[in-house]
T-cell receptor, first 116, second 111 residues
Framework: GAGVSQSPSNKVTEKGKDVELRCDPISGHTALYWYRQSLGQGLEFLIYFQGNSAPDKSGLPSDRFSAERTGGSVSTLTIQRTQQEDSAVYLC??????????????FGAGTRLSVL | SQKIEQNSEALNIQEGKTATLTCNYTNYSPAYLQWYRQDPGRGPVFLLLIRENEKEKRKERLKVTFDTTLKQSLFHITASQPADSATYLCALMDSSYKLIFGSGTRLLVRP
């Protein structure tokens, strides 16, 4: 597609349920990133995939969070046993070449997660 | 620890004036600095990138400066318009090629 696509755009769930958020990056982009943005806050880095390398998971806040990227394209961020503090907008970005000092990132519109 | 700071207070200016936003950083030695624009309900959009050996970069009504001695970047919008109202984020790349974002400054341009 022309840009980064994320689904769903909104997700409301009950505390304790698992959720899956999907990201479809720009075709040909080797790097993919997940961020979390709480209301009125900046972007908090979660995880970074670069080609076939092991992902950089250093930003994941707990072991309830995990992500995978299948076939070097689509990525899924999974949050298990959701908590109310997980409520935020989850943004995905892709870039042509992650390991480049220029590394311009292209963002999706995000998934707004609300945990009741 | 590494830190990027942007003014958390909204900048409110009159249409036609120049908006100046500030990004300060500590404990970084970035080779590049980027600025992004974010509108409500949308993801950030890349605007400009400046290298450490560039003092100034321009694109249409936008100008970015990068002072590695002061550890500061200034982002200017000249002849501002209401359509420029948005949140502006600066970002630096760390040693592992992750972009670290500031919390952003909201700009409001009054007609």
């Amino acid at each position: 597609g022309a840009g980064v696509s994320q689904s769903p755009s909104n997700k409301v769930t009950e505390k304790g349920k698992d959720v899956e958020l999907r990201c479809d990056p720009i075709s040909g982009h080797t790097a993919l990133y997940w961020y979390r943005q709480s209301l009125g806050q900046g972007l908090e880095f979660l995880i970074y995939f670069q080609g076939n390398s092991a992902p950089d998971k250093s930003g994941l806040p707990s072991d309830r969070f995990s992500a995978e990227r299948t076939g070097g394209s689509v990525s899924t961020l999974t949050i298990q046993r959701t908590q109310q503090e997980d409520s935020a907008v989850y943004l995905c970005a892709s870039s042509l070449q992650g390991k480049s000092a220029k590394n311009i990132q292209y963002f999706g519109a995000g998934t707004r997660l609300s945990v009741l | 620890s590494q830190k990027i700071e942007q003014n958390s207070e909204a900048l409110n200016i009159q249409e036609g004036k120049t908006a100046t936003l500030t990004c300060n950083y500590t404990n970084y030695s970035p080779a590049y600095l980027q600025w992004y624009r974010q509108d409500p309900g949308r993801g950030p959009v890349f605007l400009l990138l400046i290298r450490e050996n560039e003092k100034e970069k321009r694109k249409e009504r936008l100008k970015v400066t990068f002072d590695t001695t002061l550890k500061q970047s200034l982002f200017h919008i000249t002849a501002s318009q209401p359509a420029d109202s948005a949140t502006y984020l600066c970002a630096l790349m760390d040693s592992s090629y992750k972009l670290i974002f500031g919390s952003g400054t909201r700009l409001l341009v009054r007609p």
